[in-house]
């Protein structure tokens, strides 16, 4: 899965910001306490600009490689999104992968068995 790469800049500034502060990486879906932590902390996150673009040039050098190295060594692999997955309407992407794996749910799946 892929995702925007500035997105995981930002992901990654929020980690390392947040652990200073305390803050776990992740909530559980229903930790309202850690989920309001992180919207009181986040909210005035500044990113760095200094290095910024070599980051990103990072970032991707190091995706196109993986995704060359696959074509090399001749592994089938479905290339997806995070906004695919999780920004969607609809679960269509979910059977999708689902139908390149041969198992799981291929029709009929919707967004609410999916969550």
Avoid at 90 to 113: C, V
Wanted: glycine share 6%; hydrophobic share 35%.
């Amino acid at each position: 899965m892929t995702r925007n790469h500035i997105d995981v800049l930002i992901s990654k500034v929020k980690h390392k910001v947040g652990k200073k502060h305390g803050v776990s990486a992740h909530c559980e879906n229903d930790d309202n306490q850690c989920i309001r932590l992180h919207e009181k902390w986040s909210k005035n996150l500044t990113l760095p600009i200094e290095g910024l673009i070599e980051a990103l040039e990072d970032n991707y050098a190091g995706f196109k490689l993986f995704e060359q190295t696959m074509q090399q060594m001749g592994i089938d692999y479905y290339r997806t999104s995070f906004e695919k997955l999780y920004e969607s309407e609809d679960a269509e992407e979910w059977m999708r992968i689902f139908r390149f794996l041969g198992r799981g749910p291929t029709h009929s799946l919707t967004l609410d068995k999916v969550n």
